[in-house]
């Protein structure tokens, strides 16, 4: 497979769709049981309490996986993306009140590169809060 854009087709500054992703205590659960990650601040609020987070918090690489989504939805092709990185800025913390969290995901592309790629910035928050910086991905496209 390839990427359904086409490099000719955007310029820097092309936004992709936004997209939001909610996130509760089933959603971290099943993640710690496909991952192995079965860290107590992952699912036990008193245990995440009593080690100093406000409550339970999401696996960082969970809220990395679903920021990407953006970038694989819009390209087509999770294999377009040949470069991936993010810092962890704020966790993204998940009350036990039925409704959870929500992941925003924003971006643009940041720069067009050589060889079909380009560089696309990408901008998480929760509950308004940054939650992942310098999130960057190099995808290459048709």
Do not use: C
């Amino acid at each position: 497979m390839t990427a359904k854009i086409a490099y000719a087709d955007v310029e820097a500054g092309t936004e992709l769709p936004a997209q939001t992703f909610p996130v509760t205590r089933a959603t971290l659960v099943r993640y710690a049981g496909a991952s192995g990650d079965f860290n107590p601040i992952h699912w036990n609020e008193k245990f995440a309490v009593g080690v100093g987070l406000p409550d339970v918090i999401a696996h960082g690489m969970f809220t990395m996986a679903e920021a990407i989504r953006v970038v694989t939805d819009w390209a087509g092709d999770p294999a377009a993306v040949v470069e991936y990185g993010v810092r962890f800025t704020k966790p993204v913390v998940v009350p036990n009140d039925g409704v959870g969290a929500v992941i925003e995901v924003t971006a643009k592309v940041g720069a067009k590169l050589d060889d079909h790629l380009v560089r696309v910035d990408l901008t998480a928050t929760s509950a308004g809060q940054k939650v992942l910086g310098m999130s960057r991905a190099v995808v290459r496209l048709a």
